[in-house]
């Protein structure tokens, strides 16, 4: 379709140049009234979906303005009407509605407001309503006068911001102060003025048995307990005193004090509130808890030493036994150093094998003969000669060295065992640790498969204390090594946490009387009577008895006629190495 435009006739008069010029200008003024129609609507349109409340103040301070976004932050009802209102007639009104926080007054607005307008940099107003909400307040001057005010609600990033300043100083678990905040507490304790109170004190804490409840009942049970833990040392402490998480089961308090009585008094407090017991999801549970305490002048301002010799305290306290506080004094420094040294020394010898076996026989007193043999780990230090286990196995149980040692220990005595007589049996002292690594019972059959040493002859020594807690690693570790037909020995029986249960619960197979029994027998009526049950006991449930600690011919004449079935001790021989063990002649008698 083809358009045509038809142009009026020219006149000679110029009549149809006026009525062309009159068209042009109503169009023209047809558009422009129209661009600005458009235009409006787009500026409302804004205005409505800002995210940010606004209102636009002339110079005479009277509102032209507002969307609904402002509306709605401060909750004015649609039937208010604002437009041609004086700022401070609107901000009098919120005030008085009580919108804003009760410190907010409306002189406090005004003048704010003043500053804001006559400020170089625009920076935004912070303001806090009533409900807790925060508002950012920002303000632009307009060409001619009069400004431009937004508003936004800021109360999330308020919120977040909080969170995670608070995050940087406190446990995400327990809420109490981590390590930086306890270093900000601590200077704060330093620069208190408090001459009643001249010293400072820190309290290191470590929990008992929260292993055995984390691998017990799992670490959902173990992080409800942490926060019960932390719940009974806010409410334990005085206000003032920093209460810190260190990490893991550790703890730590600060705190001004007159003496060491106080601060003592306040960790011997802190030991009966975590000693009982606490409820979580999985069962009641019972824990305890070690303190190291270290105390010094109100005046160094490092916290380091000073937690450093409460640490040194607190291990100092972990080898007297479990709920004990133990003060620092400078012999404790000269231990740890001594300590450290050793642990390096423990390292080297690992990597040069250092270590040999010492054996001692195990004989049957029906048949006369050995029946099997005792491996005992010596330390063979290059300057300080041969060392006992008792000088370097509880260090190397700390500090895990004991895993690696034990399974070089394993693997020696089994190859030992092979130049043997099949009817001896070799027996393997095994840590508690030991029995507490996922697959120990599976590395155990790994090394008679590649030692070729039959299971029957292999047997393990383990103590009560690592029945104690009964942990489900333990309980599966023992139930593996029984079902391959490994022999389980519970050594030093009728001492520390002895229950009969254990022999109903677990797959024992020997016990092992402690030698104190036998070396009060001779004189002691009572001692005799604990060694006849005992043996008795071992008859009924067919698990074999040993005594230890025979050491003269009357004592063992008294294992014989209480019935004990295996005797071991200096009499019948002393711990020697493979080269100088005795023939296993069965044709002779002992």
């Known amino acids: 379709m083809r358009r045509t435009t038809r142009t009026a006739p020219r006149r000679k008069d110029g009549a149809g140049r006026a009525t062309t010029a009159s068209v042009r200008c109503h169009k023209d003024q047809f558009v422009s009234n129209h661009g600005l129609a458009e235009q409006v609507r787009l500026f409302e349109a804004a205005l409505r979906n800002m995210n940010q409340g606004l209102c636009m103040f002339d110079a005479q301070s009277r509102l032209v303005v507002s969307n609904q976004r402002y509306r709605d932050i401060f909750g004015i009802p649609q039937d208010t009407v604002l437009t041609g209102l004086a700022q401070h007639e609107i901000c009098a009104e919120l005030v008085a509605l009580g919108l804003y926080s009760p410190e907010v007054t409306l002189d406090e607005i005004e003048r704010s407001t003043r500053v804001a307008l006559h400020a170089t940099e625009h920076a935004p107003i912070t303001r806090d309503l009533a409900d807790g909400r925060t508002l950012s307040i920002n303000y632009r001057v307009m060409e001619g006068g009069g400004w431009v005010s937004t508003f936004e609600d800021i109360t999330e990033q308020r919120r977040s911001a909080e969170r995670i300043a608070h995050l940087a100083h406190h446990d995400a678990l327990t809420d109490l102060a981590n390590t930086r905040a306890m270093r900000q507490g601590y200077r704060a304790l330093i620069e208190a003025n408090d001459a009643e109170q001249p010293l400072l004190a820190v309290l290191y804490i470590d929990l008992d048995r929260f292993k055995f409840v984390n691998d017990t009942y799992g670490h959902a049970a173990g992080d409800e307990l942490l926060q019960q833990v932390a719940a009974r040392l806010r409410k334990n402490t005085r206000h003032g005193d920093v209460v810190a998480r260190l990490g893991g089961d550790e703890f730590a308090v600060v705190q001004r004090v007159p003496d060491e009585a106080a601060a003592t008094a306040t960790a011997q407090r802190l030991i009966a509130v975590l000693s009982e017991p606490c409820d979580v999801a999985s069962g009641r549970v019972h824990i305890g808890a070690s303190i190291g305490v270290a105390i010094r002048a109100v005046q160094d301002l490092d916290m380091d030493p000073l937690l450093h010799d409460a640490d040194l305290a607190l291990r100092h306290a972990k080898t007297e036994g479990r709920g004990i506080v133990s003060v620092f004094d400078a012999s404790m420094s000269e231990a740890f150093e001594a300590r450290r040294q050793i642990e390096a020394e423990l390292q080297v010898a690992l990597a040069d094998e250092q270590f040999e076996l010492h054996y001692q026989t195990l004989v049957d007193t029906r048949a006369g003969h050995v029946a099997g043999v005792e491996a005992l780990v010596r330390w063979r230090h290059p300057e300080r000669g041969l060392i006992p286990p008792l000088s370097f196995i509880p260090i190397m149980e700390e500090t895990g060295l004991i895993v690696p040692l034990g399974r070089w220990v394993l693997e020696r005595a089994c190859r030992d065992a092979l130049a043997w007589p099949d009817h001896v049996v070799v027996a393997v002292n095994v840590s508690s640790i030991q029995l507490r690594q996922r697959g120990f019972g599976a590395d155990m059959l790994a090394v008679l498969a590649q030692t070729g040493l039959a299971a029957s002859r292999l047997e393990i020594e383990i103590t009560e204390t690592s029945l104690l807690e009964e942990s489900e690693v333990t309980q599966e570790n023992l139930a593996v090594i029984h079902r391959a037909g490994i022999r389980i020995a519970l050594d030093d029986f009728g001492t520390g946490y002895s229950s009969l249960s254990y022999l109903r619960r677990f797959p024992i197979d020997k016990i092992k009387i402690d030698r104190s029994f036998m070396s009060e027998a001779e004189t002691s009526a009572d001692a005799r009577a604990i060694i006849r049950a005992v043996a008795g ?54």
Do not use: W
Not at 541 to 564: D, H, K, N, P
Not at 565 to 580: A, H, K, M
């Open 537 to 590: 006991l071992g008859v009924s449930l067919g698990i074999t008895t040993v005594v230890e600690g025979i050491e003269t011919a009357q004592q063992l004449a008294l294992a014989r006629a209480e019935g004990v079935v295996q005797v071991q001790g200096y009499l019948l021989s002393r711990p020697q190495p493979n080269t100088s063990l005795p023939e296993f002649d069965t044709s002779k008698q002992i």
